[in-house]
């Protein structure tokens, strides 16, 4: 039996598991669809996952009602998780804060992401940052 991870998932990662169906990343999309990956998410990171996602020319090859159609998915097949406790400022970026405050909040005890050096420190507070490949290895697919 495949363990199920618990994780956040970070846009960089879902804006390159859409753009491409090679790699990691859409291995991780595919691992959240088969419930092999368990994600959570709040209110701010589904307000930059439509920021971001919805760039025009960013991931041309879906429209503006397949990418909502995508976040609802990923809304609906994801834990939510109300964030009461700021850490701000903790990390480099404001937007990554947020990340590492739903982690927090959820106790997820990884961080998906592209990006490993945005979130160093965040092991201080019990987080890991990983990049897809090391989740896809945790995963055993």
Known sequence: M???VFAIL???VLVS???SKRGASFQIIQ???AG???ISVSVALVM???SVLLRPGLIPSF???EIHQILDAVCLMAQHQKVFFAWR???KDPNDDLVLELAVAASAPYIITHNISDFAGSDTVGVRAITPSAAIEAIKL
């Open 63 to 65: 429209t503006k009602n």
């Open 31 to 33: 691992a959240i669809r």
């Open 17 to 19: 598991g859409l753009r």
């Open 2 to 4: 495949i363990p199920c």
């Open 48 to 50: 930059e996952y439509e």
């Open 89 to 91: 400022p903790f990390l």
């Open 36 to 38: 092999h990956l368990k």
């Open 10 to 12: 970070d846009t960089s």
